[in-house]
């Protein structure tokens, strides 16, 4: 999942990759990790925005993007859930401590 941060990764990819039916794959995935191959797919993609906003001037339009996000709300509504706080309120927290 990692090397395919950027891409849109579906569960029908993610099983087909281990040759396995999408229920199964995902609760393998599930079993292991306590959380589903999708939240934690959003988690990495969000990990990896906090590192843009923290060691870039990237503008979060240029952000969401590249993390393979087709929608700035829907990026957004995600950061938060995951952050608990928006992209730029967390930039901004990032760039003041």
Do not use: W
């Amino acid at each position: 999942m990692r090397e395919n941060i950027e891409n849109n990764l579906t569960l029908n990819i993610m099983a087909k990759h281990f040759n396995i039916s999408v229920s199964h794959f995902c609760a393998l995935f599930q079993k292991e990790t306590k959380v589903s191959p999708m939240k934690y797919f959003i988690t990495l993609k969000i990990e990896k925005a906090c590192q843009y906003l923290e060691l870039s001037h990237m503008k979060i339009a240029d952000i969401f993007p590249k993390l393979g996000f087709k929608d700035g709300a829907y990026f957004n509504r995600m950061f938060s859930k995951v952050m608990g706080i928006s992209p730029s309120k967390f930039r901004e927290r990032e760039q003041h401590s």
